[in-house]
């Protein structure tokens, strides 16, 4: 049997048991599964090794209540902090234009969205995006471009009269 095998024949016979223990410990189900997760992830990075275990289900096991309690204790930090800064600001604009452009800014691609929210929202000057994100002036300015069109595209009306020439009744008449 290969390390593989291994690894798949002990995810399909203890993946649900290691879950059902780990949400005994987090007390969070999605908790417990992305701890689980990750422990699977970690035997995949070196299978000849996890292989040769004694007891594969165990290391997995402790693997997953160390990922649970690292997570654990980055959360209770940042849960401190987030109360000194105080609540998060209220977003006020709740337009219908303002929604619309929230509901197409989701419909572009990350790298789209990423260089429209850094240079519009954040107020980042091209070279600052490229150095951020790691790629060249010229990317950056592709991609805002490239979003800019999209985003008239998803945001522009459609033209009424296309509607009405479609065999739609028109209110008026």
């Known amino acids: 049997m290969s390390d593989g095998d291994l690894i ?15 949400y005994a410990v987090t007390g969070d189900l999605s908790e417990a599964q992305e701890a689980v997760q990750e422990a699977f992830t970690k035997a995949l990075v070196a299978p000849g090794r996890f292989a040769r275990l004694d007891n594969p289900e165990a290391w997995l096991r402790r693997v997953a209540v160390n990922v649970a309690r690292s997570r654990h204790r980055r959360r209770r930090v940042l849960d401190r902090l987030l109360l000194r800064i105080g609540p998060p600001p209220v977003v006020a604009d709740r337009s219908p234009e303002h929604l619309a452009l929230l509901a197409a800014m989701r419909e572009l691609p990350q790298a789209q969205r990423t260089a429209l929210g850094l240079h519009y929202l954040v107020d980042l000057p091209v070279d600052e995006i490229a150095a951020t ?3 060249s002036a010229g990317t950056v300015k592709s ?21 009405t020439s479609q065999g739609r009744i028109d209110a008026r008449s």
Request: hydrophobic share 50%.
């Open 8 to 22: 798949a024949d002990l995810y399909a016979g203890s993946f649900r048991r290691l879950v059902v223990q780990l």
């Open 133 to 135: 994100l790691g790629v």
């Open 143 to 163: 991609r805002l471009s490239r979003g800019r069109q999209a985003l008239a595209a998803l945001l522009t009306e459609p033209d009424v009269t296309a509607s």
